[in-house]
Nanobody, 116 residues
Framework: VQLVESGGGLVQAGGSLRLSCAASGSSFSINTMAWYRQAPGKQRELVAAITSGGGSTNYADSVKGRFTISRDNAKNTMYLQMNSLKPEDTAVYYC??????????WGQGTQVTVSS
């Protein structure tokens, strides 16, 4: 499974961005998908996760009410709509996928920078 993120960039505080994660290869073997982020000098943290059918999602407290995770299985793509962005959202955002046998896959990351 290969994961490719896109949609990162520079945005002012209060603005919005939409990240995409396209899966290829044995994408039928993907179960749960998630977005993680890592800011400079900090550990990688879970931002949001979504189950295979999209019926269940969960979010970090810091992004609840501002970010929305979704997926389109027909397109093998996951999204993260980020609204009301804050400078503390600045990080490299990574796409993650887990197979039914609990094998983890990672994308290369996309930079999100929020200016104050």
């Amino acid at each position: 499974v290969q994961l490719v993120e896109s949609g990162g960039g520079l945005v002012q505080a209060g603005g919005s961005l939409r990240l995409s994660c396209a899966a290829s290869g044995s994408s039928f073997s993907i179960n749960t998908m998630a977005w993680y982020r890592q800011a400079p000098g900090k550990q990688r943290e879970l931002v949001a996760a979504i189950t295979s059918g999209g019926g269940s999602t969960n979010y970090a407290d810091s992004v609840k009410g501002r970010f929305t995770i979704s997926r389109d299985n027909a397109k093998n793509t996951m999204y993260l709509q980020m609204n009301s962005l804050k400078p503390e959202d600045t990080a490299v955002y990574y796409c993650n996928a887990v197979s039914p046998k609990l094998v983890r896959y990672w994308g290369q990351g996309t930079q999100v920078t929020v200016s104050s």
